[in-house]
């Protein structure tokens, strides 16, 4: 989920504590958790700050490491430590339980959304995107900013938030039977079918798909339940050449190879360089892909530029290709 939806959540688990009789009699206590779980609900995503460094690592270790089993555990931990070697005299044990209440519910809200995140590791690496949650949801947020409201006004903050997430539940119940109706009809229409991602947008009734079948990929989109498809792609295994073994080996490539899980690729030649590019089908906005992997091999096979990350225009992508250095990008 976004920011603001992980920190309004943490809040709302600030409330929810209240209806442990402990917390609701210990103001001082309350405070340690009110900033405990919004702490928690926040925490996994302090890899944003990888970002800095360039998107390729970004890209690669972004709700990877920071969003597995083991990482939980140490977020659980370090953050209501912490917390009570500035406030000793608090209960430790309910400040870590609610801390850490915290910080799985934001792992586990974020499997919902179409990016998804590496949960089960150590088990496996592969990405969990159940896809029927969009990464900012109107309606999620909107009840939590009721509910804060409401609790600033004098409204039972325990009972408030257990009503709002009995809604909440029912809603992603009816979220995930929207999915399923969705895959259904695509099934139907494709009984070759692999793989379907879907990415729900901010319109209830508005899908983003991307299908892969044993022969093509389709990028489409479910509007009002019926599906329909933009493009057409056939399914060709990336060819065994110096130029594709050369983009592979990037660092941009390989960081969008890693996490991607539906692609379409094409290679380009001009007259001093090969340019191999990577477009992954499910984010098609007004005819555009804007999440692309791009390098540029030179005609001595050295890697001139290269790029990866979330583009809107081609002039935007090719000012980003001109950067001397790749790293700063």
Known sequence: MDTGTHIVMGVALGG???????????????QAILIGTVVGSHAPDFDTV??????????????????????VVLWGIAIPSLIHAFMPEVSFFHLWLWSFIAVILHVFVDVFNAYGTQAYRPFTRRWVAYGFIN????????????????????????YTWIIIYMILALYYVKRYLDKRSIVKKIHQKYPDVVEIATSPTLKQNYWRLAITTDTHLFAGRAVDGQIEIVDEFERVPLPQNKVMEIAQQDKNVSAFLSFSPVYNWEINMYDDFTEVRFIDLRYRSRDYYPFVAVVQVDDNDRIMNSYTGWIFSEKKLQSKLLVDDPSLL
Do not use: C
Not at 18 to 26: F, G, H, I, K, Q
Not at 52 to 68: P, Q
């Open 50 to 71: 990888l970002k800095l460094k360039n998107n390729a690592v970004y890209l690669r270790h972004h709700r990877g490491i920071t969003h597995s089993m083991p990482a």
């Open 135 to 158: 990464t900012f949801d109107p309606y999620i947020f909107g009840l939590h900013v009721i509910g804060i409201l409401a609790w600033m006004f004098g409204a039972n903050p325990g």
């Open 16 to 30: 929810l504590a209240t209806l442990d009789p402990v917390v609701a009699n210990d103001n001082e206590l309350f």
